[in-house]
């Protein structure tokens, strides 16, 4: 039996030109604008993939994405659209999709996907046939989950879907600025713990006792001013989930108590001997390595692989400078209804100014300096001028003084110039391969420890691919 390839879509031209395309390729092709027609199809052929354009006429692609998936569960479906509503994005990978694909179609990214959703469609019906058996609401406030939905944070919201409903704990790591408790709430917003409390606790905030009294609790009497018995935020938030912010700050002796929270979902007070039993999800985020942590002795290993069940790595606003405009039209608008101005928008020249940013305080930074400018706004637009007692702190592009900017020849000529004759005398004429390996092994260091030894990660940070990188990790290892 051949693959077969479903593809439903409302444009006439999408449908003929993947039917062109897929079909040289080898699938039998089904092509339907019809949500009922696509039913049919899939009842009676079975197909192994599906693409189904999220915005239909007369129907919504994730409600057929739902019958989809209840008429044939094994089918792998592929949402697309032309819209980069994050919110859409969580929802169809949340509802079972494959994957979640932006128009204008990258042809030979969409082949690969389709080749490799029939790979797991095809084991999926083997382990089945084998082993047996068989909306969100658009009034709702959504600034509290967009922080982005350039290619790199679509990769995330598309994780966010996969991830939210389990009870995995979850990692997440990224500089200060960068939305870290903003995705924890989006991940419990999507959960089926979402009617459930969310407590979040900054664990830089509080000395070390203070903290451990906080998270669990005391018994009346267990210190100076326990005048009473103190339910601590585990308790509180039983059956919810609990966002632990800084966790890399938390003390070695608090660090134990959290893993056995993690282990057995159970704790004492502090200065009680009762055992309490709570059922509690666990997010966390750090600005820190914790793989450096570990090194250091200030961080304990057994309590990271619990904390990183699943790990998500929240990239510097400069390394998405496509989320900018965004952000800013985002801003503009909430702090135009706060301050009671009716400002439309910003001027090409300025938002030029704002993506050139280095944007060290990430989307916080951004964020206040939009509100800035827009109390100093005294027309429909955001001005050039109205940001310039911001320039100096926020968004001209900043250089680090001797650093590299963008001259790299000159950077690297102005290192390895003191040393070269060294280099020459010890490398015994290779001198060549030890700096380049060199150099490479300290590349693929750099950005694994940003993205939490995400392998997958960091070689998207670094441009490379996996087996790259886990090839140049193994030399520079030997």
Same mark, same amino acid.
């Given at each position: &039996?051949?693959?077969?390839?479903?593809?439903?879509?409302? @444009?006439?031209?999408?449908?003929?030109?993947?039917?062109?395309?897929?079909?040289?390729?080898?699938?039998?092709?089904?092509?339907?604008?019809?949500?009922?027609?696509?039913?049919?199809?899939?009842?009676?052929?079975?197909?192994?993939?599906?693409? =189904?354009?999220?915005?239909?006429?007369?129907?919504?692609?994730? @409600?057929?994405?739902? !019958?989809?998936?209840?008429?044939?569960?094994?089918?792998?479906?592929?949402?697309?659209?032309? +819209?980069?509503?994050?919110?859409?994005?969580?929802?169809? &990978? *949340?509802?079972?999709?494959?994957?979640?694909?932006?128009?204008?179609?990258?042809?030979?990214?969409?082949?690969?996907?389709?080749?490799?959703?029939?790979?797991?469609?095809? &084991?999926?019906?083997?382990? $089945?046939?084998?082993?047996?058996?068989?909306?969100?609401?658009?009034?709702?406030?959504?600034?509290?989950? #967009?922080?982005?939905?350039?290619?790199? #944070?679509?990769?995330?919201?598309?994780?966010?879907?996969?991830?939210?409903?389990?009870?995995?704990?979850?990692?997440?790591?990224?500089?200060?600025?960068?939305?870290?408790?903003?995705?924890?709430?989006?991940?419990?917003?999507y959960s089926r713990r979402?009617?459930?409390?969310?407590?979040? /606790?900054?664990?830089?905030?509080?000395?070390?006792?203070?903290?451990?009294? !906080?998270?669990?609790?005391?018994?009346?009497?267990?210190?100076?001013?326990?005048?009473?018995?103190?339910?601590?935020?585990?308790?509180?938030?039983?059956?919810?989930?609990?966002?632990?912010?800084?966790?890399?700050?938390?003390?070695?002796?608090?660090?134990?108590?959290?893993?056995?929270?993690?282990?057995?979902?159970?704790?004492?007070? /502090?200065?009680?001997?009762?055992?309490? *039993?709570?059922?509690?999800?666990?997010?966390?985020?750090?600005?820190?390595?914790?793989?450096?942590?570990?090194?250091?002795?200030?961080? *304990?290993? @057994?309590?990271?692989? $619990?904390?990183?069940?699943? +790990?998500?790595?929240?990239?510097?606003?400069?390394?998405?400078?496509? @989320?900018?405009?965004?952000?800013?039209?985002?801003?503009?608008?909430?702090? %135009?209804?706060?301050?009671?101005?009716?400002?439309?928008?910003?001027?090409?020249?300025?938002?030029?100014?704002?993506?050139?940013?280095?944007?060290?305080?990430? =989307?916080? !930074?951004?964020k206040n300096v939009i509100?800035?400018?827009?109390?100093?706004?005294?027309?429909?637009?955001? #001005?050039?001028?109205?940001?310039?007692?911001?320039?100096?702190?926020?968004?001209?592009?900043?250089?680090?003084?001797?650093?590299?900017?963008?001259?790299?020849?000159?950077?690297?000529?102005?290192?390895?110039?003191?040393?070269?004759?060294?280099?020459?005398?010890?490398?015994?004429?290779?001198?060549?391969?030890?700096?380049? %390996?060199?150099?490479?092994?300290?590349?693929?260091?750099?950005?694994?420890?940003?993205?939490?030894?995400?392998?997958? /990660?960091?070689? $998207?940070?670094?441009?490379?691919?996996?087996?790259?990188?886990?090839?140049?990790?193994?030399?520079? !290892?030997?």
């Open positions: &039996m051949g693959t077969k390839l479903l593809v439903l879509d409302d @444009d006439s031209v999408v449908l003929e030109q993947l039917k062109k395309v897929f079909g040289a390729e080898g699938y039998e092709v089904f092509t339907v604008s019809q949500d009922r027609e696509a039913y049919r199809i899939i009842a009676a052929e079975h197909p192994n993939v599906a693409i =189904i354009d999220l915005n239909l006429e007369g129907a919504s692609g994730l @409600d057929v994405l739902r !019958e989809a998936k209840r008429l044939d569960h094994a089918l792998a479906v592929i949402i697309t659209t032309g +819209s980069r509503a994050t919110r859409n994005a969580i929802e169809a &990978m *949340r509802q079972g999709a494959y994957d979640y694909i932006i128009k204008p179609f990258n042809l030979p990214a969409l082949t690969e996907t389709v080749r490799k959703a029939v790979e797991c469609n095809l &084991m999926t019906r083997t382990v $089945r046939f084998t082993g047996g058996g068989g909306g969100i609401d658009d009034d709702v406030d959504y600034e509290d989950v #967009m922080i982005g939905s350039s290619p790199e #944070m679509l990769e995330v919201w598309k994780m966010v879907g996969r991830v939210a409903d389990s009870d995995a704990s979850v990692l997440i790591q990224g500089e200060s600025g960068t939305g870290k408790e903003l995705l924890a709430r989006a991940i419990y917003h979402r009617h459930r409390p969310f407590l979040a /606790v900054n664990c830089a905030a509080l000395p070390e006792t203070l903290l451990e009294s !906080e998270l669990f609790g005391h018994e009346k009497g267990a210190f100076t001013d326990a005048h009473s018995r103190r339910i601590g935020k585990f308790e509180q938030c039983n059956g919810g989930t609990i966002f632990l912010d800084e966790v890399a700050e938390m003390s070695l002796a608090n660090q134990g108590k959290l893993l056995r929270v993690l282990e057995n979902q159970e704790f004492e007070r /502090v200065g009680g001997n009762e055992t309490v *039993r709570v059922d509690v999800r666990v997010l966390t985020a750090t600005n820190r390595s914790l793989v450096q942590a570990v090194k250091e002795k200030a961080f *304990r290993l @057994d309590l990271l692989y $619990r904390l990183r069940v699943v +790990s998500f790595y929240l990239p510097p606003l400069r390394e998405r400078v496509e @989320d900018v405009p965004l952000l800013t039209d985002l801003f503009i608008k909430t702090f %135009s209804r706060k301050h009671g101005k009716k400002i439309k928008g910003i001027a090409p020249r300025a938002l030029e100014m704002l993506k050139a940013g280095y944007w060290e305080g990430n =989307i916080r !930074e951004l509100n800035s400018a827009t109390v100093l706004c005294k027309g429909d637009f955001l #001005m050039p001028e109205d940001f310039a007692p911001l320039l100096p702190a926020a968004v001209l592009p900043r250089k680090v003084e001797g650093g590299v900017g963008d001259d790299y020849f000159g950077f690297f000529r102005k290192v390895l110039e003191p040393e070269f004759d060294t280099l020459c005398r010890k490398s015994k004429g290779a001198v060549f391969e030890t700096v380049s %390996s060199s150099l490479q092994g300290a590349l693929i260091r750099l950005a694994l420890e940003r993205c939490g030894n995400n392998q997958v /990660v960091a070689a $998207r940070l670094l441009g490379i691919s996996r087996n790259t990188l886990r090839d140049r990790l193994a030399r520079s !290892e030997g």
